[in-house]
């Protein structure tokens, strides 16, 4: 199922990551000193997609019979056999000629829009399909099986807020039980037309009904991860994985859900220490699937929250070094060497990151410590000026400014 969701990234995530390190001594009576005033991790949402969901043929089964041509209606029956032989090209064709001689014959609509959508051609199954339906309540036959298929072509082509009123439909029928791909397909409208209390509901009957379904579970950890109850999504998010090892985007949002919760449980540290461990295991899900820099940054902040600092320079410089390294990349580049203690490098990586984003606070407030502890005073005091100027209300970079001002004559 194609997917627009690339456009739409998860933002403004409320926690922001706090690393507990020790400060490297330095001569004189002062010492350098890291404020733990770090951005928040970095999600993927590229697309917040579900698991992709086979389609089955579709034929019309018994709701079709072959029918002789009149005055009024047309011979549909060579059309149908060629549908249920599965001739979809051909049947489509015959359809598509018949409907042109007999436009108000929903028959030969429904016909080519079955065809067109076993042929994987949904906007055009969709519009004959509206076109059937259309002239079937006309008359007052509705036929569940336009509705039901047309339905789908409206969540395969995205358009929800057409798809939503045929799913109530489809799933609603008394004494029947539903069909569970129009369930799923309901949960998915009903989420992406903002009714999201909806589809928690529907997502949850899905997964009732199926516990292992993947791509039911992936929308209530992300509902939930949206509504910021890490618990459930890390719960949900794990069932997902687990079902579905290829979802990147799952993938994804549990590792920065780790990471967030991880944050939030500092004051224990031995609930945050293992959020960071799981979010280290859900980035090496990830980054088995995709390997571009927001995945191999977001891989990064999780191997530093553990504490893994080596690993986490070695996962950052593959990205760093190409084209597509950003002040991000370089920023968490600079603090993996940073906690390493390896600050030449860290300096490097910092001085490249604030070339790229110049007004990013962090880069100079890292930066200035890093300088510090370097004994580079003059430059640190430079850094620490800078990242003051950009939050002039930030009283620990005023304190660093006044801290390093003497040994920087």
Known sequence: MKSKFLSCLIAALGALLAFAVAANAQSGSTRP????????PTVIVEGAQPARRDERPQTIANANKPRA????????????SLLQAKQYAAAAQEARQLAASYPNDSETWKIAGF?????KQHEEAASDLQRALTLQRAAGKEDPY???????????????????????IATTRAGAKPDARLVYYRGL????????ADAERTFTAVVKDNPRDAAALFFLGQLAYERNDLDAAISALNRATLGDARSATAWAILTTAYLRRAA???ATPAKSDADYLNAVRAGEGLTRIKTDPAA?????QALIGAKQYARAATTLERVAGGPEANGPVLYWLGVSYSR??????AVAALERAAAQTPDDVNIYRELGYAYEVSKQYAKALGAYQKGSELAPADADLQASVERVKPFAQ
């Open 189 to 196: 409208a009903e989420y992406r037309t903002g009714q999201k």
């Open 340 to 345: 390493a203690k390896n600050f030449p490098k």
């Open 146 to 168: 336009t509705v039901d298929l047309l339905a789908q072509a409206y969540v395969l082509t995205e358009k929800f807020d057409a798809a939503l009123p045929l799913l109530k």
């Open 264 to 266: 939030a449980n500092a």
């Open 33 to 40: 000193r890291r404020v733990n005033a770090e951005p928040a």
């Open 296 to 300: 191999m940054l977001l891989f990064g």
């Open 69 to 80: 041509g009149s005055a009024d209606v047309a011979d549909t029956s060579h059309a149908f």
């Open 115 to 119: 065809a067109e959508m076993n042929l």
